[in-house]
Nanobody, 123 residues
Framework: QVRLVESGGGVVQAGGSLRLSCAASGYIDSSYCMGWFRQAPGKEREGVAYSTNNGRIKYEDSAKGRFTISLDNYKNTLYLQMNSLAPEDTAMYYC?????????????????WGQGTQVTVSS
């Protein structure tokens, strides 16, 4: 059974930084993706950044230039370094994982999800 546990959320002022972590346990697949997603109150969940376990990375526009995703395969931990945070980044942040299967990059649907960690950015 795959288990994902996020940590690192909190309250920060605009312009500040946070580093989120997602500790994974259990076997996902020999080739897999992990990603960060977020959901603000009243809004749909959206992707933030994704990483394959062989180092391919993609960012959504909201994260480009400010956020950095990294995957430590030895620690089985996914990170999201968030800099220059703005109030619109306030959301519950979720970690997710899925086998890549035949996808060129990452699948659209993820099999495993964490419980989330809250990020609140004050103006």
């Amino acid at each position: 059974q795959v288990r994902l546990v996020e940590s690192g959320g909190g309250v920060v002022q605009a312009g500040g930084s946070l580093r989120l972590s997602c500790a994974a346990s259990g076997y996902i697949d020999s080739s897999y993706c992990m990603g960060w997603f977020r959901q603000a109150p009243g809004k749909e969940r959206e992707g933030v950044a994704y990483s394959t376990n062989n180092g391919r990375i993609k960012y959504e526009d909201s994260a480009k230039g400010r956020f950095t995703i990294s995957l430590d395969n030895y620690k089985n931990t996914l990170y999201l370094q968030m800099n220059s945070l703005a109030p619109e980044d306030t959301a519950m942040y979720y970690c997710a994982a899925a086998p890549r299967r035949s996808y060129n990059f990452c699948p659209n649907d993820y099999n495993y999800w964490g419980q989330g960690t809250q990020v609140t950015v004050s103006s």
